[in-house]
């Protein structure tokens, strides 16, 4: 057992239906409880599709226990396949249904449905939602893709957009841009908008594109072995990474056209000069592995910022992340648990979380400022605007979401030269995350920053610790712009704490700043 507030990931069955949602003419009978339905709600609200996922649930009850489930899986794939009258099912478990053992796969097959039938067998207990994206996809492609010719042009598939997926509907839009620049024509897109007929042709294609290795690595692995079809292996987010796939798609087709660069502005936007207040800022990642890899590029050798930390929750892109932290110098956090994630960026105290919506919460309580990088996202995330994260329109869109929550060059300059003015004081915060708001709150050094609630001659006892801040130690160390100020604290008690002192003075604040300065 585990004790669990927040998961990064829902069960593998929302992988599965992740890959049902995303695709047409599809239909995913799932043996559920009665309840399981919540997950539609992932679709039509986080994602605002405008139909229900392509998903009959047996939603069986307790009083159905005592009698025969397997019959009513039965009769729920009978009355799907009359129903939507779809060209493949997927049938499989849930969690509560694993336990019962029904085997959908046994019951579909004596059904004689007439369709494809792809059996999944998820372990709801031993991984989770990515993988059962990755592995539901991997068995439509194995169960339904056709041998054929290649097609007369140069076309790739692109692997591994699902439902649900950060940015997954423009990435594969921004991509197609991209790749017919190169003289590359797409042949089928999958899961996301394809039929099981367009599964079958994918053999046609003389290469794939795996957008996300997360989603769609099994089955890139699995056509390249089974039709020689080589697969893309870098993922073409950031300027550097998307350059880097060019020359990968140039090798593998011989072709030697170009991308259109004249929209790519992130390079410019980062080395003008407003931006240098961008260089060495410390940032945290936080995602899935995908995502975190390339970002971390870009957040050091395109936005100059500092990377002080780095992780996944997928443990199955564990090694990418590993061999990316140790290029960076620091150690990857790999877990699935918030509270650790939490942890690591308290110690680090850095000055921007990138991550995924637990990391934003996180920040917000810790008073550092977040941009999203990585699902599990909320509905803002789904936006209706453009925003891609992949290729040069994606560099653009990625700048802009980095640069945001950061306090901007003048407004960081103007907090700390008005720091006791109404409207630039320490809590005000950047002017578009409502930080004007008259009420008490904590600031990025967890101490009160409400006059009221730690009057300045008071000495204030550190958190969690005796040692004891005097007054003009805090009042000096409220100079520091709050964005740093967090860090100083904490250096300037682990300092006291080393050298055995219970009172923190102005000295000690300085002997402190020295101490790490070296
Ligand atoms: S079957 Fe799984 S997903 Fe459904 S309610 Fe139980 S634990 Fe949650």
């Known amino acids: 057992m585990k004790l669990t507030v927040w998961t990064y990931e829902g069960p593998p069955h929302v992988g599965a239906m992740r890959v049902a949602t995303a695709m047409k003419g599809l239909h995913y009978v799932l043996h559920a409880p009665q309840g399981d339905t919540y997950a539609d709600l992932l679709f039509t609200m986080i994602e605002r599709r405008n139909h229900r996922p392509p998903v009959s649930y047996t939603t069986f009850q307790a009083r159905d226990l005592g009698s025969d489930t397997a019959t009513l899986f039965k009769t729920a794939c009978q009355d799907a396949v009359d129903r939507f009258d ?7 478990a849930s969690c509560t249904a694993e336990l019962i053992q029904d085997d959908p796969a046994g019951l579909a097959e004596t059904m004689d449905l007439k369709i494809p039938v792809i059996a999944l067998e998820l372990p709801s207990y031993s991984r989770k939602e990515n993988f059962g994206a990755d592995e539901t996809f991997y068995q439509i492609v194995r169960g339904l893709a056709a041998p054929q010719d290649r097609s007369a042009r140069i076309t790739c598939n692109l692997l591994g957009p699902t439902a649900l997926g950060f940015r997954n509907r423009d990435d594969v839009e921004e991509l197609t841009g991209l790749l017919s620049d190169l003289g590359v024509d797409v042949n089928v897109v999958a899961p996301l908008g394809a039929t099981p007929a367009d599964i079958a042709r994918l053999p046609a294609a003389h290469f794939n594109v ?95 910022f500092e990377v002080a930390g780095l992780g996944c929750y997928n443990r199955e892109q564990a090694r990418a992340v590993r061999a990316v932290a140790r290029d960076m110098g620091v150690e990857a956090l790999i877990t699935d648990d918030y509270l650790e994630v939490e942890q690591a960026i308290e110690a680090l105290a850095p000055e921007m979380i990138m991550g995924t919506q637990m990391e934003r919460h996180i920040g917000k309580r810790l008073g550092i400022p977040c941009a ?11 936006p209706a605007r453009y925003s891609p ?30 720091r006791d003015d109404f409207e630039f004081h320490d809590a005000a915060g950047p002017s578009h995350h409502g930080g004007h708001a008259p009420v008490a709150m904590s600031d990025a050094s967890g101490g009160s920053i409400s006059g009221k609630m730690m009057p300045d001659e008071a000495p204030s006892v550190a958190e969690g610790s005796n040692v004891i801040w005097l007054s003009d130690a805090e009042r000096e160390l409220k100079k520091i712009p709050f964005f740093v100020r967090g860090k100083a604290r904490r250096n300037t008690e682990a300092f006291a704490a080393q050298k055995g002192l219970q009172q923190i003075s102005l000295d000690t604040l300085y002997e402190a700043k020295a101490h790490y300065a070296r």
């Open 210 to 304: 795996l957008m996300y290795p997360e989603t769609g690595e099994a089955a890139a692995r699995w056509l390249e072995k089974t039709y020689g079809q080589p697969f893309t292996k870098t993922v073409p987010i950031g300027v550097a990474a998307t350059r880097d796939f060019i020359a990968e798609v140039q090798a593998i087709t011989g072709l030697t056209a170009t991308a259109d660069e004249s929209r790519l502005r992130l390079p410019w936007w980062s080395a003008s000069v407003d931006s240098t207040y961008l260089t060495g800022k410390r940032v945290f990642l936080f995602g899935d592995g995908t995502h975190v890899c390339a970002m971390a590029r870009m957040a050091r050798d395109e936005m100059g």
């Open 389 to 418: 994260v992949m290729g040069f329109e994606g560099a653009n869109v990625i700048f802009d979401t980095l640069v945001h929550p950061l306090v901007m060059g003048l407004e960081e300059h103007l907090l700390t030269m008005f």
């Open 86 to 92: 779809p060209q493949a099912i997927i049938v499989g």
């Open 372 to 382: 999203v990088i990585s699902a599990p996202v909320h509905v803002q995330d789904y």
